[in-house]
């Protein structure tokens, strides 16, 4: 291995650099300086992510003044930095676990859901004429022991009748179809799902907003969010802003300013590596069908192919909470070469780290705070990890609410967001479970 290839890469998304004839796609242009502020609006959306400029989209095209806040930029947050892999995002506990908890029905509308908000993505995105690259060429998840094989095939059954899942379990022998790898025992395709260029995606989104009448501000940071008389006071650092309605959208970025959300999601690193480009011969070896990737380890891993298919986009959990490229991109390798020998002496183009939001019953959460100082603001937020598709549509989903459309209602609604005695955000307990993980990966259980 030659280490001075994996450790001279960019420390920020690969996406950043790579719109259209590889040129940058300069996400801070979509707003402007936050000393252009007005001072009163309909609405105000906290955070430029996939949930904010979804709402602010909905919001302004149903007439209401708009005014987006993001305290870095557009995309700063896991909306520029994601893996772009889509799919149903089903819940963690599974329709059995779900079932336990909720009952029947409404461990099944929450699957179904989930189904439906993958297809009206596809939709949304084709219609919409958003160029980002949407590849829907399926989605190869590894089976790392035999046993695990047995159970993603006992999954895909139940899934297919609820939910008409499509998917076609794959033997060890056929895998090299579909990935360039003998590390699986087999696997499973779910052909519904895809892959997406995530800054692109995002500038599409926020284009729509702007253009829809939706202003954008950045940085902005919010500080302070108070209820007054029909509305609330939004206080920046040098500015104050009168509104009648407020969305939180901030998710794994949820600061202290924010008590009642803050508690209750649990911030969390994700990482991802860039290879260098490959060659078009390996890259149909490692991707033959262009599939993204996952496998059933308990530690994720996320990879796919670049949107213009050119190299390797290589994701997973980093051990530290804070963001220490210099260990999280030498482990990514690990992994990466794990599966992928072909790639030991490939270099590392990008690297890069984000905080997705974790929820502690693994649910999404959309509502209104019920208490304190900013009781009855919106949010919608803690997509456990994949919330491309998900952020899209809680955002809207959570504007249609503000607008008193009955559209707004999902099978969420009314789930308690919970939290923990003296959680207050920091989840210091963290880096145990994530080598915990490790450990029974490595041992196969
Ligand atoms: C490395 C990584 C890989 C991922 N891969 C995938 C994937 O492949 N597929 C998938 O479906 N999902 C993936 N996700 C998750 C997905 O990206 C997120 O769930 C989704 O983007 C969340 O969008 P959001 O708009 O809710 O939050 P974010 O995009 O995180 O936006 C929150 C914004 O709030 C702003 N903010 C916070 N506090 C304040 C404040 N006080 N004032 C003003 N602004 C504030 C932040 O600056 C930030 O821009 C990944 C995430 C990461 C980090």
Known sequence: MNRSRIDSYQNHPYWWDSGPDDQPINLDRLATPANEIPLQADCVVVGAGYTGLSAALTLARAGRSVIVLDESQPGYGCSGRNGGLIGPSFHKL????????????????????????LLWLKQFISHEGIECGLIEAGRFRGAVTHKFYGELARQAETLEKVVDLAYEMIPESEQRGHIGSDFYKGGIVYHQDGHLHPGLF????????????????????VKQIESIDNGYRVKLEEASIRCGEVMIATNGYTDPNFPYLRRRVIPLRSAIISTEPLSPDLMRELSPRQHGFGDTGRLVTYYRPSSDGTRMVFGGRAFN??????????????????????????????????TVAYTFDHAPHIGRVPEGAM???????????????????????????????????????????????????????????????????????
Not at 98 to 104: N, S
Not at 406 to 415: I, M, V, Y
Request: with cysteine; proline share 5%.
């Open 94 to 117: 599974g329709l059995d676990g779900l079932k336990a908890r909720l009952g029947e029905t409404k461990a099944n509308a929450i699957m179904r859901e989930s189904m439906d908000i």
């Open 202 to 221: 995002l500038k599409g989104l926020a284009n729509l907003a702007l253009e829809a009448g939706a202003k954008i501000f950045a940085p902005a940071r």
């Open 321 to 354: 909470q804070a963001d220490r490229p210099e260990n999280y991109t030498r482990d990514l390798h690990r992994l990466m070469t794990r599966i992928f020998p072909q790639l030991r002496e490939t270099g590392i183009s990008h690297a890069w780290s984000g």
């Open 375 to 445: 009781a009855g603001a919106h949010y919608a937020m803690g997509y456990c990890g994949s919330g491309v598709g998900r952020a899209t549509w809680f955002g809207r989903k959570a504007a249609l609410k503000i607008l008193k459309d009955p559209e707004g209602s999902t099978p969420l609604d009314h789930l308690t967001f919970e939290t923990r005695p003296l959680y207050s955000g920091n989840p210091w307990f963290l880096p145990a479970i994530l080598r915990w993980h490790n450990l029974l990966d490595r041992f196969g259980y």
